[in-house]
């Protein structure tokens, strides 16, 4: 026996045997920003979880996981992803300059609770090169670890700089770099923003060995506008979506995961 085919059947249960490609539902923001819309309540979030089971995958923090549990058991239900590490850089409250990751869990422990996959950041961009060293032996630990034990491995690429350059998110070549330095360290999926263009996109999708699966973002006033975002992404090559905002933040969370499935995998 090979932890490869551990690797092999997690990643088939995140992706659509039919249409190739993955719907994951992010529901970790908690940790980055607090209660949100959608989340603000436990109860708020054991009723949304159980709603979606529609999803391909379901990204969670470790210190929920016991109380929303039931989301994930049994046939037809999403598979499971650890949201592995805590991250300040984005925060609006106290924020700071540029911030820092910690890990959350070990891949051992996420094993233990039954997990298919795990997301990491890797922040590329530092003031300072040895944070960045540090950021890339960081996720490369995980990598070898989620090798060792046949967990899949998303990886989120995303600027140090993104407090005081913005404008780094449209750029597809160093978007195209971020992503590239994220497979080629080990993961599995990476999950990236959308950088404006369908074209920008298909450059830095056509660069990426390894499945790319497109971040939500903020959530939209106008939901044509994510629509159009994901119809762009699949026109571009992405294998997917990682999107939450858009999903749990809906006035009908449930029936926009059903619009979003139909654009990502062409259902009726």
Excluded at 223 to 252: C, K, M
Aim: glycine share 8%; charged share 20%; hydrophobic share 45%.
């Amino acid at each position: 026996m090979d932890a490869r085919t551990g690797k092999k059947i997690r990643l088939g249960r995140l992706f659509d045997q039919q249409s190739g490609k993955s719907l994951i539902v992010a529901y970790s923001h908690g940790v980055l920003m607090g209660p949100q819309p959608g989340m603000r309540t436990l109860a708020d979030m054991r009723h949304f979880t159980q709603s979606i089971a529609a999803a391909d995958g379901l990204l969670v923090t470790p210190g929920l996981l016991t109380h929303l549990e039931d989301a994930f058991i049994g046939r037809q239900r999403p598979a499971l992803l650890i949201h592995l590490d805590y991250q300040s850089f984005n925060r609006t409250l106290l924020p700071y300059q540029q911030g820092a990751t910690a890990a959350l869990a070990t891949i051992e422990e996420v094993v233990a609770a039954g997990a298919d996959g795990v997301m990491t950041y890797l922040y590329i961009g530092y003031d300072d090169p040895l944070r960045e060293k540090l950021e890339i032996e960081r996720n490369a630990q995980v990598a070898r670890a989620c090798e060792r034990w046949g967990v899949a491995l998303m990886v989120e690429p995303r600027t140090a700089r993104e407090r005081t350059h913005p404008e780094d998110d449209a750029n597809a070549a160093l978007l195209a770099l971020y992503c590239r330095i994220a497979a080629e360290i080990g993961a599995d999926i990476v999950k990236c923003v959308h950088p404006g263009t369908t074209a920008g996109l298909a450059e830095v999708v056509a660069s990426c060995p390894v499945p790319l699966l497109v971040a939500g973002g903020p959530k939209q006033a106008d939901p044509e506008v994510a629509y159009q975002r994901v119809r762009s992404a699949i026109e571009a090559g992405a294998a997917g979506l990682v999107f939450g905002r858009n999903i749990y933040e809906a006035s009908d969370p449930a029936a926009e995961l059903v619009r979003f499935r139909q654009i990502i995998h062409q259902e009726s």
